[in-house]
T-cell receptor, first 111, second 118 residues
Framework: GQNIDQPTEMTATEGAIVQINCTYQ??????LFWYQQHAGEAPTFLSY??LDGLEEKGRFSSFLSRSKGYSYLLLKELQMKDSASYLC????????????WGAGTKLIIKP | EAGVAQSPRYKIIEKRQSVAFWCNPI?????LYWYQQILGQGPKLLIQ????????DSQLPKDRFSAERLKGVDSTLKIQPAKLEDSAVYLC????????????????FGPGTRLTVL
């Protein structure tokens, strides 16, 4: 079956580093996406991984291990505006290339 | 480049009433998606269009939900009659392509319509 797991909630301190994990089980993995969603707003695209390894984009990095069914989103130099939910989504070629979504991780940044 | 446009942003109706949502995708994007997102959950795909054809509507409750994209650009999603459990945010997204393993499959979302059914 298909399954995406993420922690429900995490708390971190302004200026620190936080790692949000995502594990997945899909029959036809075809890429993994991370989105940020502020409360009451639409998801915005952060990163895309299809090959193993680390993709760096400014303060945000995303890592993928296909053999382990595992990804993480790393946020550095945390700012208060990073308080949001972070959604992991896997594209499944056996499901019409649809995105299978996790429930999201709510990240709370404290001063 | 303009983003995905949706209207209305908020809608409150009573159960058994009907409601319609409108979406205009990013210019040049052939693929359009309608999602339902309940608070605390990830988005759930309702229907996907490729140009004006339906790719996937397996999770669309067809007894009450309908959607169309007649000219391959704008789309409307309708609920008739609404139920209490339809209270959610309805998100429209678009992508340049679909079904290929490249970044142009990335979906971009509109601001959503928050529906409350009383």
């Amino acid at each position: 079956g298909q399954n995406i797991d993420q922690p429900t909630e995490m708390t971190a301190t302004e200026g620190a580093i936080v790692q949000i994990n995502c594990t997945y089980q899909t029959s036809g993995f075809n890429g993994l996406f991370w989105y940020q969603q502020h409360a009451g707003e639409a998801p915005t695209f952060l990163s895309y991984n299809v090959l193993d390894g680390l993709e760096e984009k400014g303060r945000f990095s995303s890592f993928l291990s296909r053999s382990k069914g595992y990804s993480y989103l790393l946020l550095k130099e945390l700012q208060m505006k990073d308080s949001a939910s972070y959604l992991c989504a896997v594209r499944d070629q056996d499901s019409n290339y649809q995105l299978i979504w996790g429930a999201g991780t709510k990240l709370i940044i404290k001063p | 480049e303009a983003g995905v446009a949706q209207s209305p942003r908020y809608k409150i109706i009573e159960k058994r009433q009907s409601v319609a949502f409108w979406c205009n995708p990013i210019s040049g994007h052939a693929t359009l998606y309608w999602y339902q997102q309940i608070l605390g959950q990830g988005p759930k795909l309702l229907i996907q269009f490729q140009n004006n054809g339906v790719v996937d509507d397996s999770q669309l409750p067809k007894d009450r939900f309908s959607a169309e994209r007649l000219k391959g650009v704008d789309s409307t999603l309708k609920i008739q009659p609404a139920k209490l459990e339809d209270s959610a945010v309805y998100l429209c997204a678009s992508s340049y392509t679909w079904g290929v393993q490249i970044s142009t499959d990335t979906q971009y979302f509109g601001p959503g319509t928050r529906l409350t059914v009383l």
